[in-house]
């Protein structure tokens, strides 16, 4: 990996979403859908799903600190899914749906736990976040058709009916950090 180039984990419920999400981001220059988290090595998909190996499906994204910063991802991730409900994005349940933080160093972990403690006084949301802010230790890359999912399915009814809406609302948020669309980059 390029030395200029930094990491970041987030669970933000199914990792088609999050992936679709930060695929659009100016400065991020790759995000692989996977698993972190849990206690068993090079889980499958299947045994994610069972809940049992306590991973959660994640994206780790690459990004550039230069054009957008950790703080600007966090924001990404706050917004584009519900951070107050446990182990649960819309009709997706399970400890593997669980919203998440994986630091990778002591400052993404202050910021992650500042910003959450920030939006709870801020009452944000309707509800207290109960995002997880825990250490990386590991990342499994998920099976390669859980990889550029909602970009090589997005006639498929979960894309057109759950990840199309929720990029429509990201796109107008952050349009200000979308970059061009770029078929071959992920």
């Known amino acids: ?101 994986f630091y990778h160093n002591d400052e993404q972990r202050e910021k992650a736990e500042y910003y959450r403690r920030k939006l709870n006084e801020e009452k944000a949301f309707d509800s207290p976040i109960v995002t997880e802010i825990t250490a990386f230790t590991a990342f499994y890359p998920a099976e390669d058709y859980h990889q550029n999912y909602y970009r090589l399915n997005a006639s498929a009814p979960y894309c057109t009916y759950v990840i199309a809406p929720k990029l429509e609302k990201f796109k107008k948020a952050f349009a200000g950090k979308l970059q061009q669309p770029s078929k071959g980059k992920f």
């Open 1 to 101: 990996m390029n030395s200029n180039l930094e990491l970041a984990t987030f669970g933000g419920g199914c990792f088609w979403c999050t992936e679709a999400v930060f695929q659009q981001v100016k400065g991020v220059e790759r995000v692989v859908s996977g698993y972190s988290g849990g206690k068993v090595k090079n889980p499958s998909y299947k045994e994610v799903c069972s809940g049992l190996t306590g991973h959660a499906e994640v994206v780790q994204i690459t990004f550039n600190p230069k054009v957008i910063t950790y703080d600007e991802l966090l924001e990404i991730f706050w917004k584009t899914h519900d951070p107050t409900t446990l182990n649960r994005q819309g009709n997706d349940v399970g400890t593997q749906y669980r919203s998440v933080i």
